[in-house]
Every structure is written in structure tokens, then in C-alpha cells.
């Protein structure tokens, strides 16, 4: 379940990037709506794969099953290339969560809510020289 709240993880960070999007009101719920419906729908057919090709009194005694269908569909190198596009999805979700938050920050801050300190725009690099 760990991969899976991983991909529903970037939800909550849509709504910091809604500034950028033209008419956000209708675009974030319905990109929202078809991301998710598209995220089930890959979940159900996966199952369903899972069920067809490693079979289900496997499935119950398996713990890793994704590289188990990988190895039996690609062949043994595949658990290797999963394991490698896994990371890859986990660094896609810690990328987005490093880029936005700063942004809500950002925002706050033009919004007085937050020192107008944080409306410039310094580097890290320039910060840690000085």
C-alpha cells in the first residue's frame, strides 16, 4: 500500500500550482477527476493481471508481486527494470513536493501572511556563500 499512496500522493500539491493554470477552476477538479479515474482503472486491469498470470493461491504467498509478474512476462532482467522505474515514481513524487511547497511560501509571503522576505528570489548557493 506504500506505492499506492505514493501515487496518489501529488493530489494535495495541485492546488499550489493553480496560479499558473488558465481557467483553474475547471481544469485542476477535472485533471484531478481523470487522473484518478485513470489510476483505478490501471489498478483494476493490473489486478486483473496479477490473477491471470501468476495466479491467486500464488498471489497469497507472494510478497513481491510486481517483480514476480515483471520476471514472468519480461524475464528475470525485468525486476531489475521495475525496481529502477519504481525509484524513478518516488523521485517524481518527492520532486513535486520539494517544488511546491516553497511556492506556497512564496505565495503567503506576496500575501503579507507570511515576512515579504520571502517574495525574493535568492539561490541556495548565494545563501550558503554568504
Given at each position: 500500500?506504500?506505492?499506492?499512496?505514493?501515487t496518489y500522493?501529488?493530489?494535495?500539491?495541485?492546488i499550489?500550482?493553480?496560479?499558473?493554470?488558465?481557467?483553474?477552476?475547471?481544469?485542476?477538479?477535472?485533471?484531478?477527476?481523470?487522473?484518478?479515474?485513470?489510476?483505478?482503472?490501471?489498478?483494476?486491469?493490473?489486478?486483473?493481471a496479477?490473477?491471470?498470470?501468476?495466479?491467486?493461491?500464488?498471489?497469497?504467498?507472494?510478497k513481491?508481486?510486481?517483480?514476480?509478474?515483471?520476471?514472468?512476462?519480461?524475464?528475470?532482467?525485468?525486476?531489475m527494470?521495475?525496481?529502477?522505474?519504481?525509484?524513478?515514481?518516488?523521485?517524481?513524487?518527492?520532486?513535486?513536493?520539494l517544488?511546491?511547497?516553497?511556492?506556497?511560501?512564496?505565495?503567503?509571503?506576496?500575501?503579507?501572511?507570511?515576512?515579504?522576505?520571502?517574495?525574493?528570489?535568492?539561490?541556495?548557493?548565494h545563501l550558503?556563500?554568504?
Open positions: 500500500m506504500v506505492a499506492v499512496s505514493f500522493g501529488g493530489y494535495q500539491q495541485t499550489n500550482f493553480g496560479e499558473e493554470v488558465k481557467n483553474a477552476n475547471k481544469t485542476i477538479p477535472r485533471g484531478i477527476l481523470l487522473a484518478i479515474l485513470l489510476i483505478v482503472s490501471l489498478y483494476m486491469l493490473i489486478n486483473y496479477y490473477v491471470k498470470v501468476i495466479g491467486f493461491e500464488e498471489l497469497k504467498q507472494s513481491n508481486i510486481a517483480a514476480i509478474m515483471a520476471s514472468k512476462i519480461f524475464g528475470a532482467k525485468a525486476e527494470v521495475l525496481s529502477v522505474l519504481l525509484f524513478l515514481g518516488v523521485l517524481a513524487y518527492i520532486n513535486s513536493s517544488l511546491s511547497n516553497p511556492r506556497v511560501m512564496y505565495a503567503m509571503g506576496k500575501d503579507r501572511i507570511l515576512p515579504v522576505s520571502f517574495t525574493q528570489k535568492t539561490s541556495m548557493m550558503l556563500w554568504q
